[in-house]
């Protein structure tokens, strides 16, 4: 059996989950190790065996205990299993399953998302058999990384090969907030459309995703302005949104960025201000010195800029076309297919 180690946010899990895709196609079996997170999104039947880790960081000790509490559960997981190779994903739910690989004296594989090393991934590297990582330049990676991209998910393959369907006469923006950026975004948004002139309101296509008790009053404004504007505190087919898309207003996350250079969607990045390492600034910043993408810090994102910006890419198009190019120069389709290469290559 193939494990696989990951983090339980869909930045950790959704790359795993590309990966099982194309493995489990193959004929592997596959096991996952992860925390509670992941089960409110993780696709089930990739995987023949999954194990639930609870490390707790509310102190230092309550750490450390949790920690070797894990890497017992893991070392039974993966010798009942009969695991062959362990594949980390990062974050810090992904260190139990990979430390226990290392006493049991199996091969062990780290993939990087972002286009910087985790800590998780830093603090395994020197005792792994090969890094991949999604970004050309990811800091701290030793130039032995193999560069392969970042997995997308079947769902976003599926986008992509269906007939592009766009609304010619709306201008379609896709607001992916998530659980950290929901609730800036929720705020921001309606003020900055409301500044836009009137006549443009009803040409405007809003896809945006709300914490549940903010709805309510993000589709009031919607509606008093006479914005059509579909919110969901989660949509799950977020992919084919996406790729309907003129423009994305989201955080940096690798996975969204992964998903919109396949889809070719230029976007608006915020990148989350408490990421450990800038992860999400730096991966940020590949993509807009590439001329793909435009970014702003939290305490940057006012109404008036975002508006602003709004009304000049929707008063020229050609703006986005171009920017749609960049986007598509990063894109790795078929990071997922690569990666399972790699990955049996070791077995």
Known sequence: MIILCAGGTGGHVFPAEGLAAILKKRGHKLGLITDKRAMNFVN???????????????????????????????????????????????????LPGMIAAKILFKKTLIHEQNAVLGRANKFLLKFTKGLATSFCSTKYAPSSASWIGNPVRESVKA????????????????????????????????????????????????????????????????KKLGVQATLESFFSDMPSRLSQADLAVCRSGASTISELTCFGVPAVFVPLAISKDNDQGENAQAIVKAGGAWVFKEKELTPQKLADLFLKVMQNRKILDTMSISMRTFAKPLAAENLANWVESFL
């Open 44 to 94: 089930y039947e990739y995987f023949d065996a999954i194990q639930i880790v609870n490390v707790r960081r509310s102190s230092i000790l309550i750490y450390l205990l949790t920690i070797v509490e894990c890497v017992l559960k893991s070392l039974w997981f993966l010798y009942s299993n009969k695991a062959k190779i362990v594949v980390g994903f990062g974050g810090y739910p992904s």
């Open 159 to 222: 986008a992509m090969s269906a007939v592009p369907s766009k609304n010619l006469e709306r201008f379609h923006i896709c607001v992916v907030g998530g659980s950290q950026g929901a609730k800036l975004f929720s705020e921001v948004l309606p003020k900055a459309i409301e500044l836009l002139p009137q006549e443009l309101h009803q040409s405007l296509l809003i896809t945006q995703q709300c914490r549940a008790e903010q709805l309510n009053q993000v589709a009031q404004i919607y």
